[in-house]
């Protein structure tokens, strides 16, 4: 069973950056696909990114081009995921979810969620 | 396109049965995924592939599949399934890789 475990809730002012982290247990991090998901308040999920296996490399929304990134530190089994030059509209709980890489592809494992704020 | 379009809210009597409906051209290529979320928690997955359950959901819960759309549908619903529901496939017009449907805010009354 794969447990995610996310970094704390975060404050932020415009422009700067953040960066969230994703503890994965019960297996490693290089046995998984791993994925971000953001919800804004009130709103739906929006996928941002992830490694994509067929590719062997991390995929990015074309969204969020150019201002996150997305690595992983397998020798801790973390994930990480920070996005920069923050504006008011990046306020949302961001998750890491585990994509299954099988016949059929889905995302089976989510973390508990991470709540950025961005506000001056 | 790469959107999926789904009910923005529907509402179903205790003990009866719902379906949710979920449209886009990639579900004509690709399965779509389920998944329900609850006030304040993570999404969680109820249904994968062609109709398929992670172990631990009740087996109230199906999918199934015609055409460009999918369908979660709860026989027998019960006031614990009162929550949002998501639809998610992988894009074929390749904009975007993953999609997420719009959810659907389930009342059961």
């Known amino acids: 069973q794969v447990q995610l475990v996310q970094s704390g809730a975060e404050v932020k002012k415009p422009g700067a950056s953040v960066k969230v982290s994703c503890k994965v247990s019960g297996y490693t991090l290089t046995e998984l696909s791993m994925h971000w998901v953001r919800q804004a308040p009130g709103k739906g999920l929006e996928w941002m990114g992830g490694?994509?296996?067929?590719?062997?490399?991390?995929i990015y929304a074309q969204k969020f081009q150019g201002r996150v990134t997305m690595t992983e530190d397998t020798s801790t089994d973390t994930a990480y995921m920070e996005l920069s030059s923050l504006r008011s509209e990046d306020t949302a709980v961001y998750y890491c979810?585990?994509?299954?890489?099988?016949?059929?592809?889905?995302?089976?494992?989510w973390g508990q969620g991470t709540l950025v704020t961005v506000s001056s | 396109s790469s959107e999926l379009t789904q009910d923005p809210a529907v509402s179903v009597a205790l003990g009866q049965t719902v379906r949710i409906t979920c449209q886009g051209d990639s579900l004509r290529s690709y399965y779509a995924s389920w998944y329900q979320q609850k006030p304040g928690q993570a999404p969680v997955l109820v249904i994968y592939?062609?109709?398929n359950r992670p172990s631990g959901i009740p087996d109230r819960f199906s999918g199934s599949s015609s055409g460009n759309t999918a369908s979660l549908t709860i026989t027998g619903a019960q006031a614990e399934d009162e929550a949002d529901y998501y639809c998610?496939?992988?894009?074929?017009?390749?904009?975007?890789?993953?999609?997420f449907g719009g959810g659907t805010k389930l009342t059961v009354l």
């Open positions: 979810a585990t994509l299954f890489l099988g016949e059929e592809n889905y995302f089976d494992y």
């Open positions: 490694f994509d296996p067929e590719d062997g490399e991390t």
């Open positions: 998610n496939s992988r894009d074929s017009s390749g904009n975007l890789p993953w999609v």
């Open positions: 592939g062609k109709n």
